[in-house]
């Protein structure tokens, strides 16, 4: 079992060369911006979730691209990484970010209503 000190790092950092390798290399349909989120690594260390936000496009067809890649990915990762193991991969839509959208397009748009 990993230290949580090193789990938060290796959260971090498969954060931001997941996010550098989708706007570098993955190809999504035009006018649609994806971001990672956030990332939960297994106690372990051995697996990791990569939560996408997705805007201005289909949610579930931008996670069948990056499912559709995930071996690629981890590839790139294996060989990127200074660290073993590399956990292995797995890609969700952050359900959690949806909800925000929604209560702040609630709130816009009561106070837009004079509701605030």
């Given amino acids: 079992m ?3 000190r090193r789990i938060q790092k ?3 950092l498969l954060q931001e060369e997941t ?4 706007d570098r290399e993955a190809e999504f349909p035009e006018g649609t911006l994806v971001t990672v989120t ?11 979730d990569i ?6 496009g289909d949610a579930k067809r ?14 790139i990762l294996n060989r990127r990484l200074r660290m073993r193991p590399v956990p292995k991969i ?10 925000r959208q929604g209560v702040e397009k609630s709130l816009a748009e ?4 004079g509701g605030i």
Avoid: C, N, P
């Fill in 2 to 4: 990993a230290s949580r």
């Fill in 10 to 12: 290796i959260a971090q």
């Fill in 19 to 22: 996010a550098k390798m989708l």
């Fill in 38 to 48: 956030r990332v939960s690594v297994s106690e372990d260390g051995l697996y990791a």
């Fill in 51 to 56: 939560f996408l936000s997705v805007l201005g």
């Fill in 62 to 75: 931008i996670l069948a691209i990056t499912q559709k890649s995930v071996y690629h990915i981890q590839q």
């Fill in 90 to 99: 797995r890609f969700t839509i952050d359900e959690e970010e949806i909800k």
């Fill in 110 to 113: 009561l106070k837009r209503d």
